[in-house]
């Protein structure tokens, strides 16, 4: 085994959910199927370099932006030390990580998603090398590491639809990532614009709301509920019906803020201007018929969803109606996944 120090850059990018991915069991699998479309200019680069030692610890070295961060050195060093058993080289590893993001720091884009998938493509791509093996796997492989690290950073490797978890599609897993194919044409560079309205970190993290899924009075509703949701929502992908892939993604944002709402211990991440922002996307789509949805990750921020062929009608409707509640706006749209450069 060669202990040269090799060098690559990986560029992948964040999603968002239509069908959310909202409770787990054993090791990082979904209590449901979720799908997502996977975001274009919202994307986490990573300047890798790496050499194989016999140490038998991983030692990572991780800077954001030009400055060291311990807390996410840690993070990766602990979780190649919890994949041992399916991803041999862990211990082996050392590597220097240099990260940065397109977006602005705390703009509210889960970022743990690009960064996630980042590190699985990096991981696959090193053990596809190392091993001689073919690159062609490497998706599904990086795929599947990178849900180890964070299960919803698992539909960030390819795009632009992608759907993760046992479901009524061939081929899905609970394991990995699977691009969705056959979707209609209307839904080409669909366009997500991300109304910013705060950029202070959330008050409970995305691991806490899956735990506090376990033993919910709704966990089981919710269940049937994604999948119920989920077959609607394929239909809709396949047949171009925007109207009920509108009715979809917004009952999946309330439902997934109506389980928080309603744990144990209870918390709310919507923001007053979360609200607003919602009754003037529904207002104003009853007064223009413009096809304009909304989603909601886990924070207070709205992503208004549309299709490219309204994109100009709906930019002047966020500047008229929806820009006075937002701190910031992020315009993005679907896109094809990581890209790796140098390597
Ligand atoms: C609300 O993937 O961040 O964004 O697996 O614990 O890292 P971990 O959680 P994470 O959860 C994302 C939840 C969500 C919905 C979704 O993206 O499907």
């Known amino acids: 085994m060669s202990s040269q120090i090799k060098q690559f850059?990986?560029?992948?990018?964040?999603?968002?959910?239509?069908?959310?991915?909202?409770?787990?069991?054993?090791?990082?699998?979904?209590?449901?199927?979720?799908?997502?479309?996977?975001?274009?200019?919202?994307?986490?680069?990573?300047?890798v370099q790496y050499e194989l030692t016999e140490i038998n610890q991983p030692c990572v070295d991780f800077l954001f932006e030009g400055e060291i961060k311990i807390p996410f050195k840690e993070r990766i060093e602990n979780y190649l030390m919890s994949i041992d058993d399916i991803y041999p080289l862990a211990k082996k590893l050392k590597l220097q990580i240099e990260s940065s993001n397109s977006f602005p720091h705390s703009a509210g884009i889960a970022s743990s998603a690009s960064a996630m998938a980042a590190l699985g493509h990096s991981l696959a791509y090193i053990e596809a090398i190392t091993e001689n093996k073919s690159v062609d796997d490497l998706p599904r492989r990086a795929s599947f590491l990178a849900r180890l690290a964070s299960g919803s950073a698992c539909?960030?490797?390819?795009?632009?639809?992608?759907?993760?978890?046992?479901?009524?599609?061939?081929?899905?897993?609970?394991?990995?990532?699977?691009?969705?194919?056959?979707?209609?044409?209307?839904?080409?560079?669909?366009?997500?614009?991300?109304?910013?309205?705060?950029?202070?970190?959330?008050?409970?993290?995305?691991?806490?709301?899956?735990?506090?899924?376990?033993?919910?009075?709704?966990?089981?509703?919710r269940k049937v509920q994604a999948q119920e949701n989920f077959r609607t929502l394929l239909a809709a992908l396949t047949n171009g019906n925007l109207k009920d892939f509108g009715e979809i993604i917004e009952n999946e944002a309330l439902s997934l803020h109506a389980l928080m709402m309603s744990s144990y211990p209870s918390y709310i991440l919507l923001a007053p201007e979360s609200l607003q922002l919602i009754q003037e996307i529904r207002k104003g789509r009853e007064e223009t018929g413009l096809p304009m949805y909304f989603t909601i990750d886990a924070g207070p921020n709205i992503h208004l969803i549309y299709p490219a062929e309204q994109a100009d009608q709906v930019r002047n409707f966020i500047v008229e109606r929806l820009q006075e509640y937002c701190v910031d706006i992020i315009h993005d749209e679907a896109g094809c996944g990581v890209v790796r450069v140098n390597g």
């Open 9 to 47: 850059s990986v560029q992948a990018p964040s999603n968002i959910a239509f069908i959310k991915y909202w409770g787990k069991h054993g090791r990082q699998l979904p209590n449901n199927p979720s799908l997502s479309m996977t975001l274009k200019k919202c994307v986490t680069k990573f300047d």
């Open 155 to 221: 539909r960030s490797l390819e795009g632009p639809f992608v759907v993760w978890g046992k479901s009524i599609v061939a081929n899905s897993s609970d394991e990995y990532g699977l691009v969705l194919d056959n979707v209609h044409p209307v839904f080409t560079g669909l366009k997500d614009s991300v109304l910013i309205v705060s950029k202070t970190q959330k008050s409970v993290s995305s691991s806490t709301g899956h735990q506090l899924m376990n033993g919910h009075f709704y966990s089981e509703g």
